[in-house]
């Protein structure tokens, strides 16, 4: 995963914040959300000329919109968000972006955005079903917006696609612990420690809820992770608790 996209999410508190939108549903149809093809491309930003990705990026998307400071070509951020994923709708940083600024503005769409949030991802999954981060982003924000069951269907789908990504059951094992299905919580957080997930918030709230055990040693000493892998394909990627903005409260 990219160090930049790292960094986004580790400025990114998972809590259920209220917006200025009603609550959405599950899913979004394809009137309310656009045609794909309403701007240039769409193009898949993983496969395609990476020239071209990265001529958008600097001129709609350099640090500072990433980050919602200000917009670039719009007097909103969101307005440069907008014209990246109307170009590339699976752009990760894009997506993670877009959501964080629903949060940071209380207001869904965000100023600048054409679509809500929840838009902007059914148009990544009509675009490309197989990307298993879009499903992670996705479950990240309805885990915010405090639709927990929501987040971790998502979730289960993201692993599904991506069984080796630490960061997926991490926040499987926050998401299950907030349901009081302790069980799959710590199944989730022994997955995720041991390939490498690196903050011991999930472990903490299962030690102070009592249940928190050990992995079984035979399992604990098994060098490969999910996905029959030795390493995560992605570096583990920090996320906060769905419910709470810091992971180590219970």
């Known amino acids: 995963m990219p160090s930049t996209l790292l960094r986004l999410f580790c400025?990114?508190?998972?809590?259920?914040?209220?917006?200025?939108?009603?609550?959405?549903?599950?899913?979004?149809?394809?009137?309310?959300c656009g045609e794909l093809g309403d701007g240039f491309g769409p193009y898949d930003f993983r496969t395609y000329d990476q020239v071209y990705v990265h001529r958008v990026e600097r001129a709609h998307f350099p640090t500072y919109?990433?980050?919602?400071?200000?917009?670039?070509?719009n007097i909103y951020p969101a307005g440069d968000v907008d014209f990246v994923l109307r170009t590339f709708p699976t752009h990760h940083r894009a997506l993670q972006s877009m959501s964080n600024a629903a949060f940071k503005f209380k207001s869904d769409p965000p100023p600048g955005s054409h679509y809500t949030v929840q838009c902007w991802f059914e148009r990544a999954l009509r675009f490309k079903r197989d990307d298993g981060t879009v499903y992670m982003l996705y479950g990240i924000f309805m885990l915010r917006k405090g639709a927990v069951e929501s987040g971790v269907k998502?979730?289960?789908?993201?692993?599904?696609?991506?069984?080796?990504?630490?960061?997926?059951?991490?926040?499987?094992?926050?998401?299950?612990?907030?349901?009081?299905?302790?069980?799959?919580?710590?199944?989730?957080?022994?997955?995720?420690?041991?390939?490498?997930?690196?903050?011991?918030?999930l472990r903490e709230k299962l030690i102070r809820a009592g249940k928190w055990k050990d992995?079984?040693?035979?399992?604990?000493?098994?060098?490969?992770?999910?996905?029959?892998?030795?390493?995560?394909?992605?570096?583990?990627?920090?996320?906060?608790?769905?419910?709470?903005?810091?992971?180590?409260?219970?």
């Open 11 to 32: 400025t990114t508190a998972i809590t259920a914040t209220a917006l200025a939108a009603p609550a959405f549903g599950f899913v979004v149809g394809t009137s309310d």
């Open 154 to 201: 998502l979730l289960e789908k993201s692993k599904e696609l991506a069984p080796a990504d630490a960061n997926i059951y991490y926040n499987l094992g926050l998401s299950y612990f907030s349901l009081k299905d302790y069980d799959k919580a710590l199944e989730n957080a022994h997955t995720a420690y041991r390939m490498g997930f690196p903050l011991p918030g």
């Open 215 to 250: 992995a079984p040693a035979t399992a604990a000493s098994k060098p490969a992770d999910a996905a029959g892998e030795t390493e995560p394909s992605t570096a583990p990627t920090p996320i906060d608790a769905p419910a709470a903005a810091d992971d180590t409260k219970q």
């Open 65 to 73: 919109v990433e980050f919602l400071e200000r917009g670039k070509t």
